[in-house]
C-alpha cells in the first residue's frame, strides 16, 4: 500500500501491513508515537530519528526499529520509505528502543513486495507466509552502532544538542565543564553516568555518526574532515572506521548500487 493513513493500517486486521511512502528533502515529522512497532527501510536518502534515549543515524538502505508506544521525532533528507507496521503480539524484537539494522539483499525484496500487497491480504497464501519469512529476516538482521546517547540532565543535553549541530572533534570536555560551572573532573564523572560513554568516546562516536548523513548526501571525506576539525582526511577516516566498522568510502552513494 502506498501513502496510506496509519489510522487505515492500525484498522486493519492482520499481524503486520507495509506501506511506502516519499518525502520531500528536510521533511520533518514532530514527536509522535504508534500502536504497533514500526520497521522503517530508507531505499535512498537519510533518516535521523531521535527519542529521549538518543539519536539514530539511518543511511541508505539500512532499517530503524522503533518499538509500539515510543515518541519520536524523524527528519527525512530525501527519503522513500517502506515501512512495515507490526503488532506487539508478533513483534521480533523485544528492546524497548530504536535500533539501527543492516537490511539484507532479501530483506529488502521482501519489503518491496509487501507494499504492493493488499492491506487485508491472505493469510494463509502467499502473502501471508511473504510476511512470516519477513518477520524471521528482521530478527536475524545485524545491529549497527549508530545510535548516539543523549542524557537526561537537562543542562548537559542542552550542550549536546549544540554540538550535534556543529560537531567539532577539537571540544575539550575542560570547556563543557565551565558552561556547566564545575570541575573536569565532576564532568567527567557527570557525563559518564549519563551517557555510559567518556567524554572523547561520545565526542567520537557523534562526530562518525554524523558524518554518515553527510557521506550520504555526497559530500567528500575532505571536506568533511576539515568541518568537524580533524588534521587530515586520514585521520577522520580512521576514526570512522574505528566506529562504525567500514572506511567512509562504504557509505558514499556510488555504494548504494552494490
Known amino acids: 500500500m502506498r501513502n496510506a493513513s496509519i489510522s487505515l493500517l492500525d484498522a486493519t486486521p492482520r499481524p503486520a501491513v507495509a506501506i511506502c511512502t516519499e518525502y520531500e528533502y528536510g521533511h520533518r515529522l514532530p514527536m509522535h508515537t504508534h500502536r504497533r512497532s514500526q520497521l522503517l527501510y530508507g531505499s535512498k536518502g537519510v533518516m535521523q530519528v531521535?527519542?529521549?534515549?538518543?539519536?539514530?543515524?539511518?543511511?541508505?538502505?539500512?532499517?530503524?526499529w522503533i518499538p509500539r508506544e515510543v515518541p519520536h521525532e524523524v527528519l527525512f533528507l530525501g527519503?522513500?520509505?517502506?515501512?512495515?507496521?507490526?503488532?506487539?503480539?508478533?513483534?521480533?524484537?523485544?528492546?524497548?528502543?530504536?535500533?539501527?539494522?543492516?537490511?539484507?539483499?532479501?530483506?529488502?525484496?521482501?519489503?518491496?513486495?509487501?507494499?504492493?500487497?493488499?492491506?487485508?491480504?491472505?493469510?494463509?497464501?502467499?502473502?501471508?507466509?511473504?510476511?512470516?519469512?519477513?518477520?524471521?529476516e528482521i530478527e536475524r538482521a545485524n545491529q549497527l552502532a549508530l545510535q548516539i546517547t543523549m542524557p537526561s540532565h537537562e543542562r548537559l543535553l542542552g550542550i549536546c544538542k549544540t554540538f550535534l549541530l556543529t560537531p567539532d572533534i577539537n571540544t575539550s570536555a575542560q570547556a563543557w565543564a565551565e558552561a556547566l560551572f564545575i570541575s573536569v573532573r565532576t564532568f567527567n564523572r557527570l557525563f559518564r553516568e549519563q551517557t555510559g560513554l567518556s567524554?572523547?568516546?561520545?565526542?567520537?562516536?557523534?562526530?562518525?555518526?554524523?558524518a554518515l548523513a553527510r557521506l550520504a548526501e555526497g559530500h567528500s571525506v575532505t571536506t568533511i574532515a576539515m568541518e568537524m576539525g580533524y588534521d587530515s582526511p586520514a585521520a577522520f577516516a580512521t576514526m570512522f572506521r574505528r566506529v562504525t566498522g567500514r572506511p567512509p568510502s562504504f557509505y558514499l552513494p556510488a555504494q548504494d548500487a552494490r
Open 50 to 64: 531521535t527519542t529521549s534515549l538518543g539519536t539514530w543515524i539511518v543511511p541508505p538502505q539500512r532499517a530503524v
Open 79 to 136: 527519503v522513500t520509505t517502506h515501512s512495515l507496521y507490526i503488532e506487539h503480539a508478533e513483534s521480533v524484537i523485544a528492546e524497548a528502543r530504536c535500533r539501527v539494522i543492516d537490511v539484507s539483499v532479501l530483506l529488502r525484496n521482501l519489503l518491496q513486495e509487501a507494499v504492493d500487497m493488499p492491506l487485508e491480504y491472505d493469510e494463509e497464501g502467499r502473502d501471508g507466509a511473504l510476511i512470516k519469512l519477513l518477520l524471521h
Open 199 to 210: 567524554f572523547g568516546q561520545w565526542r567520537q562516536r557523534a562526530c562518525a555518526i554524523l
